[in-house]
């Protein structure tokens, strides 16, 4: 089979093409100007990030994994606390929590949205919590008015995880700017990629952005060189992949609407013959960074969609509290609906520059070939 009939889960060589004389000039600039650590392209994506945002506060950093580690550290969370967050998302959320000695408590979540359920954030609060870290799933929000005020009653931080939420919303804000801290990653696959790993930080108090903007830098004082403040890490962007990025994200806004467009497409065309996708609740405004199908033998429809050309995915197929880093977190069977979509959900091609035929051509494959799931 052709690399043409291919459809892959994301097609950045497409996007790449469509952007490569731009892309080129934003390099060379980097080059020419021989600055490449915090450099002008950094300030100037930085500045831009923040603007499609509507944020005020916020520091770009090397990926997603170090922004959320960076946030925890900068809201003063570490050794001895817990932090509440979803069994299933990508292993990249608990790890930061490790990575700042504190210790990452899972909860189950609400099969609709995929995203974690606020009343079992609300049950696993102990006096050992201290922050609520949900995450915008497939780019799609978590319920964020019932997390926020589970989090004002216990007197919690809230860190969202927007690594696949890139100008989502949630009843028109912007998700990553509506706790104390939001993070986003930019690996290449995103909705917004670098060609390399880069990431960002948001923080709602100007305190806490400088002291992650310091963190990421060495613990360095601002206007000196030589002089730290604190202990700090090497978390910084890079030039080259700020200015990838501003050139992307010029294009965002439209990427964001051909998605949603597609997800539609596959809606009309899954959901009537019974197969499970993502439910956002009401007031997400999604921007489907993933199309997630459930279907009852993934392993054969798998095969058989990638002997037609499909690519295909799983995310994520072992919750957290399951995987071998986090034994004894929770007991198999514990987190049901977690357990339940992790056997079950099935990755179908999106991005910005799949086209409709395309969608078309994976629709008829997936209801050639797959089953939905019985729901009861």
């Known amino acids: 089979m052709s690399l043409d009939t291919v459809i892959p889960l994301v097609n950045l060589r497409r996007q790449y093409v469509a952007l490569k004389d731009d892309i080129a000039a934003a390099i060379d600039a980097v080059l020419d100007s021989q600055h490449f650590i915090k450099g002008p392209a950094v300030r100037a994506f930085e500045t831009a990030w923040l603007s499609a945002l509507g944020a005020s506060h916020g520091s770009g950093c090397s990926n997603g994994t170090s922004a959320l580690s960076l946030a925890l550290q900068g809201l003063g969370i570490g050794a001895g606390d817990e932090v509440i967050t979803t069994a299933h998302t ?25 995203t974690m359920d606020p009343a079992a954030v609300a049950a696993a609060v102990t006096p050992r919590t201290r922050a609520i870290m949900p995450v915008h799933l497939y780019g799609a929000a978590a319920d964020m008015d019932a997390l926020l005020g589970v989090a004002d009653r216990h007197g919690l931080a809230v860190v969202e ?66 002089l730290h403040d604190v202990v ?15 050139v992307k994200l010029r294009h965002l806004d439209a990427w964001t609407a051909t998605r949603r ?84 959900v099935l990755s179908l091609p999106i991005c910005g520059a799949i086209t409709e035929d395309e969608v078309d051509r994976v629709c008829d494959a997936v209801l050639a070939v797959a089953r939905p799931l019985d729901r009861e």
């Open 90 to 114: 990508f292993i990249a959320t608990a790890e930061a929590i490790c990575h700042v000695g504190a210790t990452p408590v899972f909860v189950d979540i609400d099969p609709a949205s995929y």
């Open 232 to 246: 700090g890490q090497n978390q910084r962007m890079d030039d080259l992949q700020a200015a990838v990025l501003s």
């Open 261 to 344: 467009a597609h997800a539609a497409r596959y809606d009309a065309r899954l959901k009537p013959a019974g197969f499970k996708v993502i439910e956002p609740l009401a007031g997400s405004e999604p921007v489907y960074h993933l199309y997630v199908v459930e279907v009852a033998d993934r392993d054969a429809a798998m095969e058989a969609l990638r002997a037609r050309g499909i690519g295909c995915g799983v995310h994520y197929p072992v919750p957290l509290h399951l995987q071998p880093a986090f034994a004894g977190s929770a007991a198999r069977g514990a987190l049901p609906k977690a357990e339940r979509a992790a056997d079950h």
């Open 161 to 226: 995880d927007a690594a696949q939420a890139h100008l989502g919303r949630w009843h028109g804000r912007a998700l990553g700017t509506l706790g104390d801290a939001g993070t986003f990653s930019f690996y290449p696959g995103k909705n917004l990629g670098a060609y390399g790993d880069a990431g960002f930080v948001v923080a709602r108090d100007r305190a806490v952005a400088e002291a992650i903007e310091r963190l990421i830098d060495h613990g360095r004082q601002r206007d000196s060189k030589y």
